[in-house]
């Protein structure tokens, strides 16, 4: 521990599990009070527990501003302040090409990963005014820099995510708001498995296979895990990055150096085709 976070309350959407999780241990280890906001109520409740009196659990459903709202009202009268916002929570979205777009898949998509991060920034702006500035973190996708890395609505909203964040940083700036994206590569989580079709009591099982598979889809070869997104939002969060804003870093063991070519869908071998594979034995 190096207390980079030190004196610090952190909001973390979508924390129960994957990314949000490792980052809420890692915040707290760093010296953060941090506050665990998830629908998944019976994991996030488990998760602050793990963590101790450093972390409260929220319930939060970043589609609805209400409930954004509450969530950053618990964390302020519990932890007195806020300082760190880390808008992470997403999902798989819809997977179905334009010309199959179910209208209610694409705005549920769009409710979760573009209008979630803007309500969390919305309603995190006062609180950070009052604690005279601070961090905002969002997480994208390389999915959003690219087309053929995942399905179009996915990709459409984590591109908006990184527009936004630029919007954001821009307007933020006056009051030494600081915000920044980050865009991981495929990292094995349990959201793989939604994606997927992947019951998530079922995903667990699965992800060490999945881990195989996607260490062959970067010049890197080891899969991505959630703490390498978990130490780049720390540095983000920290005073260490207090000259960082509008930025998106890409965290991905150099796919988008060399293209996605391994993710391409007409490649029999390719990685989705072989995680694919493994799911259709872990579906029900």
Request: glycine share 12%; aromatic share 6%; net charge negative.
């Amino acid at each position: 521990m190096n207390g980079r976070l030190s004196g610090k309350v952190a909001l973390i959407t979508g924390a129960a599990s994957g990314l949000g999780a490792a980052s809420a241990r890692l915040f707290v280890n760093e010296g953060a009070n941090v506050v665990i906001a998830d629908v998944l109520e019976e994991q996030g409740g488990a998760l602050a527990e793990e963590i101790g009196a450093d972390a409260l659990f929220v319930p939060c459903d970043v589609t609805d501003e209400a409930s954004v709202n509450a969530a950053f009202e618990q964390a302020v009268a519990q932890f007195g302040k806020l300082d760190v916002v880390f808008a992470n929570a997403g999902g798989g979205g819809i997977p179905a090409p334009i010309a199959q777009m179910d209208v209610n898949g694409w705005d549920t998509a769009m409710a979760l990963m573009a209008r979630g991060p803007m309500l969390c920034m919305k309603r995190a702006l006062p609180h950070l005014r009052a604690a005279g500035g601070g961090a905002i973190v969002v997480t994208a996708s390389i999915a959003g820099m690219r087309p053929g890395i995942s399905h179009v609505a996915y990709s459409v909203a984590k591109a908006a995510v990184v527009h936004l964040v630029e919007q954001a940083a821009v307007e933020f700036g006056p009051d030494r708001i600081r915000v920044n994206a980050i865009s991981p590569g495929i990292i094995p989580t349990p959201g793989v498995g939604g994606f997927f079709g992947v019951a998530r009591d079922r995903v667990d099982a699965m992800l060490g296979a999945v881990s195989e598979i996607f260490a062959d889809a970067q010049p890197l070869p080891r899969a991505g895990e959630p703490d390498d997104i978990a130490r780049t939002a720390l540095f983000l969060a920290s005073d260490d990055a207090g000259w960082v804003t509008g930025q998106n870093f890409v965290v991905d063991g150099g796919m988008m150096a060399m293209g996605p070519a391994s993710l391409d869908p007409t490649r029999a071998d390719g990685i989705l085709q072989r995680t694919a594979a493994l799911a259709a034995r872990y579906q029900s």
